[in-house]
């Protein structure tokens, strides 16, 4: 955030808006406002926690900051979809509008947190080997992760119509995908605390 | 891109910490500019070397192969 004024206007609006969510009882979403806010002006409270003023905004953090958003607002549109996803497919798993939109706001933040991290130190800190493996572990997580949606999505849509063999196939995947995710997870939490524990110099 | 900010640095018996400030940007940008991890803009190339008293061409280096 350019100044002190803008940074006290951003974490009013957000107290503001949480004091709203919590009259009307919409206590997660208001949780997810205040956490978001906090993540989004870390630099700055840390900042002014230490040193008693604001963090010079230089032209690495704005880009870092711009890739980020950039990222974040992929994660929006791809939440977002698998959402309408789940409505139309007419699937028993409709959530509450208050927990789809704290899961849609919270899983913006984490891509958020995660994007300026890997922009800020991580990227700079690993070798071109690493960052391969984190690229290849990413790809891999995803197509897992889109694997188990649609497998999830579509079972009552296909299930009449679907054969003993394909219906075998549904169940693999069904099971397979998330721990194919959940190790790629694990992998590619192992290279991230590696590039972020490499101490610069 | 190689620099040579950290040797005309050395020179000016400056801290990382200080060039930062004298061109406001944080200490990280300094340590990655002199890792050759990141590209500055000219802007901030030309504030680096005005600190350092020395000519960009002399503090950034460009590979012809980049």
């Known amino acids: 955030m350019k100044n002190k004024k803008t940074f006290w206007a951003f974490m009013l609006v957000a107290i503001i808006i949480a004091i709203i969510f919590i009259a009307l009882e919409l206590y997660s979403l208001a949780v997810v406002i205040i956490i978001g806010a906090i993540i989004a002006g870390h630099r700055e409270i840390w900042s002014l926690i230490r040193y008693r003023k604001m963090p010079p905004n230089d032209e690495r953090v704005k880009e870092n900051i711009n890739k980020s958003v950039r990222n974040s607002f992929l994660a929006f549109i791809i939440v977002s979809l698998i959402t309408i996803l789940l409505y139309v497919t007419d699937e028993p798993v409709q959530p509450l509008l208050e927990y789809y939109l704290s899961a849609l706001l919270l899983s913006v933040g984490v891509v958020y947190v995660i994007s300026y991290l890997f922009y800020d130190r991580i990227e700079a800190n690993l070798g071109s080997r690493d960052i391969k493996a984190l690229n290849i572990l990413a790809i891999f997580e995803v197509v897992s992760l889109v694997i188990f949606i649609l497998n999830a999505l579509f079972v009552n849509t296909v299930f009449p119509v679907i054969t003993d063999e394909i219906f075998t196939l549904h169940k693999l995947m069904l099971y397979i995908s998330p721990v194919a995710f959940s190790l790629g997870i694990i992998g590619s939490l192992v290279i991230f605390v590696k590039g972020l524990l490499v101490k610069a110099s | ?66």
């Not at chain 2, 340590?31 to 960009?56: D, H, T």
């Open chain 2, 1 to 66: 891109m190689k620099t040579k900010i950290k040797e005309y640095r050395a020179k000016l018996n400056i801290t990382q910490e200080k060039l930062a400030e004298m061109v406001d940007v944080r200490r990280e940008t300094i340590i990655f500019l002199e890792k050759g991890k990141y590209n500055p803009s000219l802007r901030l190339a030309y504030n680096i070397s005005k600190a350092l008293q020395v000519n960009i061409d002399e503090l950034f280096i460009f590979d012809d192969e980049e």
